[in-house]
């Protein structure tokens, strides 16, 4: 299953990571410093907190595994 959630986040990243180069290409053509900074931003705040939830999660379940070893080990 984590495997599948690597995929997942690895292809959302690209995503972004294509979006992001897309408007730094248009940034250029354009010779507009500012086009697109607020997309920009918003999708790297989302990149971020989406890693940051991930993370959050992996050391959840983490938790919830050695606790329920615990358990294992007291019965």
Not at 9 to 18: E, F, H, Q
Request: charged share 35%.
């Amino acid at each position: 299953m984590q495997n599948v959630e690597t995929m997942l986040t690895k292809d959302r990243l690209s995503a972004a990571k294509d979006s992001l180069d897309y408007l730094e290409a248009e940034r250029a053509q354009r010779n507009d410093f500012n086009f697109g900074r607020q997309v920009e931003q918003k999708i790297i705040s989302r990149e971020l907190l989406e890693l940051e939830l991930q993370d959050a999660e992996e050391r959840i379940t983490m938790m919830c595994n050695a606790a329920e070893r615990a358990l294992d080990l007291l019965q």
